[in-house]
Structures are given as structure tokens and as C-alpha cells.
């Protein structure tokens, strides 16, 4: 390390996070190596280093002899102000290299309100930011995760979207790549090559016409390549490569603990879930591979804490089993272990009693609406029996912390739904009255409601989203009626909803936009200091776009989306029908109980679903 | 179950391990070779450790020491090279060894010794080591000292001895020891003298580095 950046790092907040060298890290000589793979998060270190996909493809990257992935997070505005002052570019935490030393240059896409950190990271790294100024097959910026089933937004800057699961695809991926390096091919030459491994969406190969109502007429390929890029998915996890060893940082992360997947895609078919929607089938792991995967990561790694990563936790099979034999490996060795994700209509005495063991953290439900009715629009099948029930046996094992999560701004809400939000945490409180055996230690009860953002590939892709006006007036009214001792109730401005609206279901026209928004000093959005809305709404002032256009209009059923030449899995017919059921509040059944019909079976050999 | 204590090496990229990450990070190290450690048995169970005299985030030693408990009857074979198989780059292990009746107390450490590295954008300054060591042979030079107690003005060389001042082409070295313990003087402060005596001299970088910790006697400490 030299000089400069030791006294730069003096200075810095937090400047363990911009050294590296933490254990599992992975040094390689650059000689030895013929793709240099840099794995970026657009987001601060502590963010990053917390993302179990990341630590997945780091260690299936480095596991190949060819290839060194490092990574590269987004410095804090403290840390990007002293580099720039320094003439210091941005770097790999292994090497140290500056990011154009770097072939390939990969971002993870979690959230629209970091796309400007891709910018930044990539200016930072003395990198060309739009795709068309960088000429050479040297510095292809590619991108996976959830954002990029609607890629569009960024099609200005990113050469190619991995869509689908990246242990799938990556390797195809880097294979082309080191072939086209070795044998000299251009960059276009090897976009178009490209776009023939499934999954691959190569933007700049795609003509997008527009309407006079500023609609998309038609997505045109070019080139040969695909109409409909269909996601790739993993079709047997307990084959899927899992990394046995994490990079442990040596300074607090968000997420700062070991983590097992238990399986892929959701069948509950929640109709605002992106997630839900996207990462279906449904496919398991088995409880061998899960208890040998969770043995040898918390060997490897040290840590004290190991959790259960799915969508929705107690829709395991043999959880119970699972969680058993868990513990006869955590108990004796002071692990803890946690389960995200539960649903408050399978919580039982049995299963609470079981986490227990190790250590009592507090409790979550997403209760997600008010109201049954819009829990049936929403096809949250979860009722008011339910929660009270799961939080009677929580009061009564002696809980005393528990979090309700709401969405305001849900499609056809209207006050009688706000109402109910504020009804269910009077019965909460009231519940742990009746049930906790010691009333002098007090009750927590935490109810937070988020503004509601469609997404695309939802059965709420057509819905316009609540004005900020509205959002607000919402939020000012559930202030008045939040009023229940010992329920403390939060809630966030509706301004980075808004603006998530707008970019979640965006055209490649918003690349203008959030290039302008960039260049005027937005980045790191998604952070509340950082945030300037005024900014933003000017940036598509001048670059000739109405946000509302994007975020606040209903949209016809038969209307051309930018995303709909990406495939996840899922059908458009599928959601159509969903969104059509959502307003006769009309329920459908969860995968276990009976096909809906989505389609994403179809992306299994055989066509059979793992439920 | 009996009390351990490692001497151990803070170096390199680890310098910016903060004091309570380096307790996660020595904890996870310990669990990863397998190292017997104790627990506290309350509700809320965790391995004990301690640091004697944290280092400030940003300086390098070679002299740190940690305290912990282990329920093995003695310290595990090849213990240093196991941990240092599993430490992250910079930590690294010396001696681990148990404490006799306690061992040393962390109380009785009264002197560490540093070497400060100044460093210069191009060749050190003209005069700058001899100024240095002019302004450091006074019998007397004040700084506000600020403690918890808030600023009082103390004779820094009170707190300090055999200091020894060499030069390379581009960078000055100083070996200091300085006070520990309650009345500490932190080796920041003779960067701080300088700027403050001689302010014709530019410092844009110093390092510093903790080579040794004695008790009032000068024993080292172990």
C-alpha cells in the first residue's frame, strides 16, 4: 500500500472496509490468470460483503484456474472525495489494481436506486460509462440479479445482462470471453456470439420503435438474435456449485453471518412480489446437502450465527428435521441460528421453541394489508387468525419484541384498509396483555409500512402506483390513527418509492435521465443523506421524460412493455390472469396445494415442479 | 478452564481492524481452529476475550497482547501455527502461553515503545531531522494534551524517553517510548509538536508502529 492511500486511509470512516485481505479472500498471481473478473456491488462494502448470490459466484469464479474475480464495492461519499482529490482510480480489494486493468467488469443489480453507483464506480475506475465509448472487447460491463429482468433503464450503459440464475450462465459466459480474448475478436463480434448463449441479453442488438403516446411499438432483434431471451435457471441445487468457505470481513457487515439457501423460487405466488414471481419453479436442496453445506461454511468461516436464506422459510419441507439436526451441530459449539422469512400462519410452539434454544431475537410478520379484502387482492393467503394466533404463542413464550410489516399504496386501497393496519396492531397489543406472564417487563411492538413500488414481471405490472401526494396524505392519515400504547410505528418517505417506481418499469429512453441525474451529483440514492429528489425529477424534466408516465399510469392490458422480451420463467398470460383475479379479490392456492398454471415448469426437464 | 494470553502482530492491512472488529475477528479465527474456548454461561453466551492496551485504528504492532479462556488443560499443540493458518492477512500470531496466577496485569504496563515514520511527497526536507531532533533535546515542550478529562498543558518529554532519530532519503524515522497506561502519551503527539513548533515543515504522511510494552520498571511486559 503506498503512502497516499495510508494517509487517505487515516482520515477515512470505517477504512477497514477499503483495504481487503480479509480471511477467504482470494489472491492469485495476475500472470497466472487469463480473465481478470471483477465482481462489482454498486452499494458500500458493508452491503456488499452481506449478499449471499456475491458470495456464490466469488467462489465459483476463483474456483476456475483461469480466471481471479475480486471485488469492488462503492466507496462512501468520504472515501470517493479523497480518491478523486488523490487522482487515485477505483480498485479491486484484492489487488489493488485500478478497475481498468480489469476484462471483464460484472454488476450485481439488487435495487434501481443504485443504478447511479454504477456510473460512478465505473468513472471512478477510469472506465468509459456508456457502452458505446468503449470501443475495445476490453472492459465489457455486464450485469445480473433482479433489476435485470427489466434491463432497460440501463441499456445505455451495460454491453450484456445475464438474465437468470448466475451459476447457470457465468461460465458460459467468461468461456466465450477468454476465447474471444485469446483469438482477438472485436467487441461486436463477440456481443453477437454472445447473444447465442441462452439467458444472454445483448441490448445494443435491439431496435426499441416507440408509439406517438410514447408506448413501445416493437422490440426489433438484430443481428440473429433472440426475440424472447428466456432466464436461465439452476435445475438441481444439490449439484449447484456452493462455495464451502465465505470471505469473513474483519469489520461488521449488515448481514454478518453464515448462510444456507434452502431452496429457490417461492410457491406462495404473492401478487407484488418480483421475487416471487421471477425465481420460480420452485426448486429444493435436500436436508444432507443443506446439513453438510451448513457444516463445512461454519467450519471454514468461524462464524457464531448461521441463518436459512429462502423466500419464505417455513414452506420447507422438513424443517423441523432440518432445524433438529442443525442444532446438534450449533448447540455445542455456541452457534446461533435464525430463520428469516417465516409466515405467521405456520408458526407453531414447536418450531419457536426449537430457535429458542440458541438465542431470542425478535420476531417478524408480514402482514402486508389491513384488511382480508386486500390481503385477497394481494394473494397474501395469510389471515387476522393467523398473525394473533402466532403472536399469542410468541407472547406466551415469553416474547416481548414483535414487527408487523405493512405496504400502504397497495392497488384498489382505500381507507377502510389503512384502518385495519391500525385495528391489527390494537389487537397485537391487546394480545399480549392477555397472554405475556410478565406484564412489568413491557412489550415492543414494531409496525412498519412501506410504500408500495410495481414491479415488472408481477400481476401488478399494469398498476399505476400512488402519486407522492397520495403516498403522503396515506401516510399523514396513519399517523392520526396510529395512536395504540406500545406500538411504535414507522414509516419512510415516499420519495425513493416514487423514484423506484419510475426506474423499476422504465424504457431504455431513461438512460438520458439517469445519466444527467449522475452527472449532476446523484449516487448512493438509496441512502437517505445522499438522496435528492428535486434532482432527479429535473434530470427527466431535461431529458424530455414525464416520471409519471413511467410510474403513475394505469396500463392498458394489451400495452408492450420494455421488458418483454426477457423471459423469467413466468407468463405474461399467467400474470395477466392474476392481475384480473386480484380485482374480484379473488385468491389463488399456493404451488403445494394446486397448480396455477405460471409456466415456469417449463423451464424443468420433464416439466415437473419440486413441490 | 485457564486463562491464555497471546502475543500477537497487528500489520500490514489488518491495522485498520478496529478494536471491537478485531474481538469478532480474533473470535471467528479461534472457532476456526477449533480453539477450546471458554464461554460465558449467562443467556446471552459468548466467548471471553480481551485486548490489552487497544492499538488506535491506523497503527501497526508487533507487541499486542490477548487475553482469553480455554477449557482445554493446556494450550493445544501448534496452537500459533493453527491460528496463523486461519488468520486474515496482517494478524499474526508469536506465542500463546497460559497465565500463571493470573500473569502480568494489563494495570502494570507503563511504557510502549514506537517507531514513527514520517514520509515526504519527495526527498526529506532540508534540516528537518536535526530540527526535529533540536526540538525534541529542549528541557521542556508543552502541548495541550486532551484526555477524557478534558485539554491540560503537560511537558511531553515528561512522558517520553530515549528517543533516537534517523533518516533515509525520503523519510524520518523516530523509536520512542512514551507513557501508558492512565497519564498516556499517544506517539501522535510529536507529530503534533512538530506542526505546532515547526511549521515551516509539511508532514503529508506518518505512520506509527508499537514495537514494544514494558511495566514501570522496564520489564517487558509478557
Known amino acids: 500500500m503506498h503512502k497516499k492511500m495510508e494517509a487517505i486511509l487515516s482520515r477515512v470512516q470505517k477504512p477497514a472496509r477499503y483495504v481487503g485481505g480479509e480471511w477467504g479472500s482470494v489472491t492469485k498471481d495476475k500472470a497466472s490468470v487469463d480473465l481478470r473478473f471483477a465482481f462489482c456491488f454498486p452499494d458500500t462494502y458493508e452491503v456488499a460483503m452481506s449478499h449471499l448470490g456475491s458470495r456464490i459466484l466469488y467462489g465459483l469464479l476463483n474456483d476456475q484456474p483461469g480466471i481471479w474475480c475480486e471485488r469492488v464495492c462503492a466507496p462512501w461519499i468520504d472515501m470517493e472525495a479523497e480518491l478523486r482529490a488523490a487522482g487515485i482510480p477505483l480498485y479491486g480489494l484484492e489487488s489493488g489494481d485500478p478497475l481498468s486493468d480489469f476484462d471483464i467488469i460484472a454488476f450485481t443489480l439488487q435495487y434501481e436506486l443504485s443504478f447511479t453507483n454504477i456510473l460512478n464506480m465505473l468513472d471512478l475506475g477510469g472506465v468509459p460509462v456508456l457502452a458505446k465509448d468503449r470501443t475495445e472487447l476490453k472492459h465489457l460491463v455486464a450485469c445480473g440479479g433482479p433489476c435485470a429482468y427489466n434491463p432497460e433503464p440501463l441499456a445505455d450503459f451495460v454491453d450484456v445482462f445475464m438474465i437468470g440464475d448466475g451459476e447457470e450462465i457465468m461460465l458460459e459466459f467468461t468461456d466465450l470471453y477468454r476465447r474471444a480474448k485469446r483469438e482477438g475478436w472485436s467487441k461486436q463480434a463477440f456481443l453477437v456470439q454472445a447473444a447465442q448463449i441462452e439467458g444472454m441479453y445483448v441490448p445494443s442488438l435491439y431496435e426499441v420503435s416507440y408509439r406517438e403516446d410514447g408506448t413501445i411499438d416493437r422490440v426489433t432483434p438484430t443481428n440473429g438474435a433472440p426475440a424472447l431471451v428466456q432466464k436461465r435457471i439452476v435445475r438441481d441445487l444439490d449439484t449447484m456449485y456452493y462455495p464451502e468457505s465465505f470471505v469473513v470481513p474483519s469489520t461488521d457487515i449488515v448481514f454478518d453471518r453464515a448462510m444456507i439457501e434452502l431452496f429457490r423460487g417461492c410457491p406462495r405466488g404473492c401478487r407484488f412480489c418480483q421475487a416471487g414471481h421471477t425465481y420460480r419453479p420452485l426448486r429444493t436442496k435436500s436436508k444432507e446437502t443443506l446439513i453438510r453445506q451448513a457444516e463445512a461454511v461454519l467450519k471454514n468461516s468461524g462464524y457464531e450465527e448461521i441463518s436459512l436464506s429462502s423466500l419464505s422459510t417455513s414452506d420447507y419441507g422438513d424443517l423441523s428435521g432440518l432445524t433438529e439436526a442443525l442444532l446438534d451441530y450449533c448447540e455445542p459449539r455456541h452457534i446461533s441460528l435464525s430463520l428469516p422469512s417465516l409466515r405467521a400462519d405456520s408458526f407453531s410452539t414447536e418450531l419457536m421453541q426449537r430457535v429458542q434454544k440458541t438465542r431470542k431475537s425478535g420476531l417478524t410478520f408480514a402482514c402486508e394489508a389491513g384488511t382480508q379484502r386486500l390481503r385477497d387482492v394481494i394473494n397474501k393467503n395469510i389471515r387476522e387468525e393467523d398473525v394473533l394466533h402466532a403472536c399469542e404463542i410468541a407472547f406466551q413464550g415469553g416474547w416481548n419484541n414483535v414487527k408487523l410489516y405493512f405496504m400502504i399504496g397497495l392497488p384498489t386501497e382505500t381507507t377502510e384498509d389503512l384502518d385495519g393496519i391500525a385495528e391489527i396492531c390494537k389487537k397485537v397489543a391487546y394480545c399480549w396483555k392477555l397472554n405475556t406472564n410478565n406484564r412489568a417487563r413491557g412489550v415492543r411492538i414494531t409496525a412498519s409500512a412501506s410504500c408500495f413500488v410495481p414491479k415488472p414481471q408481477t400481476p401488478f405490472q399494469w398498476d399505476a402506483q400512488d402519486t407522492l401526494e397520495q403516498l403522503r396524505e396515506k401516510q399523514a392519515y396513519m399517523k392520526t390513527i396510529m395512536k395504540t400504547k406500545n406500538v411504535t410505528y414507522n414509516w419512510h418517505d415516499a420519495e425513493t418509492s416514487v423514484l423506484e417506481g419510475v426506474i423499476a418499469r422504465g424504457d431504455r429512453r431513461q438512460g438520458r435521465a439517469i445519466y444527467l441525474a449522475w452527472q449532476r451529483g446523484c449516487k448512493m440514492d438509496g441512502w437517505d443523506q445522499c438522496f435528492d429528489y428535486d434532482k432527479w425529477m429535473q434530470a427527466f424534466a431535461d431529458a424530455g421524460l414525464d416520471p409519471a408516465f413511467y410510474a403513475s399510469r394505469q396500463r392498458p392490458l394489451d400495452e408492450v412493455f420494455p421488458w418483454d422480451h426477457i423471459g423469467c420463467g413466468t407468463r405474461k398470460e399467467h400474470l395477466k390472469r392474476e392481475w384480473e383475479l386480484s380485482r374480484e379479490a379473488a385468491v389463488t392456492p399456493d404451488c403445494m396445494r394446486k397448480c396455477a398454471g405460471c409456466g415456469a415448469n417449463a423451464l424443468l426437464k420433464g416439466g415437473k415442479c419440486c413441490v | ?222
Open chain 2, 1 to 222: 478452564m485457564f486463562k491464555a494470553r497471546m502475543k500477537f502482530a497487528k500489520e500490514g492491512r489488518a491495522k485498520y481492524i478496529s478494536h471491537l472488529d478485531l474481538m469478532h475477528t480474533m473470535q471467528r479465527a479461534m472457532a476456526r481452529c477449533q480453539m477450546p474456548l471458554w464461554f460465558t454461561e449467562g443467556f446471552n453466551q459468548h466467548a471471553y476475550v480481551s485486548v490489552a492496551l487497544p492499538l488506535s485504528t491506523g497503527y501497526s504492532g508487533e507487541c499486542e497482547f490477548l487475553d482469553f479462556n480455554i477449557t482445554s488443560e493446556s494450550v493445544p499443540v501448534n496452537a500459533v501455527e493453527a491460528l496463523n493458518d486461519v488468520f486474515p492477512e496482517g494478524l499474526r500470531a508469536i506465542e500463546i502461553y497460559p497465565l500463571e496466577d493470573g500473569g502480568m496485569k494489563v494495570g502494570a504496563i507503563a511504557w510502549s515503545q514506537y517507531r514513527i515514520i514520517w514520509g515526504f511527497e519527495g526527498r526529506v526536507p532540508d534540516g528537518f531531522a536535526d530540527a526535529v531532533r533540536a526540538l525534541f533535546a529542549r528541557s521542556s515542550v508543552e502541548i495541550v494534551k486532551r484526555s477524557k478529562r478534558g485539554e491540560k498543558t503537560v511537558n511531553m518529554k515528561d512522558l517520553m524517553r530515549g528517543l533516537t532519530i534517523t533518516e533515509t532519503a525520503d523519510e524520518v524515522t523516530a523509536v520512542v517510548t512514551t507513557a501508558a497506561g492512565n497519564d498516556n502519551l499517544s506517539p501522535e503527539y510529536l507529530t503534533r509538536a512538530i506542526r505546532q513548533y515547526l511549521p515551516q515543515y509539511d508532514i503529508p504522511f506518518a505512520a506509527y508502529h508499537r514495537m514494544n510494552v514494558f511495566t514501570a520498571d522496564g520489564t517487558p511486559f509478557r
